[in-house]
């Protein structure tokens, strides 16, 4: 099954931490990149964070200096270490990535999504 599964969602007070994970299933290989987007209600998904095979990082500007994202190929997952939390963080946060993949007895290429995972920064 062709599969993004993020974790690590949660309510945090202002000033917290969070850890997200995504694991891609094994069907998912040859990972270009990996990132995170979030969406906040009644707003459009912005990307919040890219890492790509190479290890090259971008981060939009309100994450600089607060969020890390970092992957592991062995487990075949990205991370996001979110430090500093502020209210405005919150948001659904998805997992994103462009890869191959294997999928009704054949091979693809594409951008895949994950489900998606609450983040509530609140006192």
């Known amino acids: 099954q062709v599969q993004l599964v993020e974790s690590g969602g949660g309510l945090v007070q202002p000033g917290g931490s969070l850890r997200l994970s995504c694991a891609a299933s094994r069907s998912i290989f040859n990972i270009y990149s990996m990132g995170w987007y979030r969406q906040a209600p009644g707003k459009q998904r912005e990307l919040v964070a890219t890492?790509?095979?190479?290890?090259?990082?971008t981060y939009t500007d309100s994450v600089k200096g607060r969020f890390t994202i970092s992957r592991s190929n062995v487990n075949n997952a990205v991370y996001l270490q979110m430090d500093s939390l502020k209210p405005e963080d919150t948001a659904v946060y998805y997992c994103?990535?462009?890869?191959?993949?294997?999928?009704?007895?054949?091979?693809?290429?594409?951008?895949?999504w994950g489900q998606g995972t609450q983040v509530t920064v609140s006192s």
């Open positions: 994103n990535t462009d890869a191959e993949y294997y999928s009704d007895h054949a091979y693809h290429r594409g951008v895949l």
């Open positions: 890492i790509t095979s190479g290890d090259t990082t």
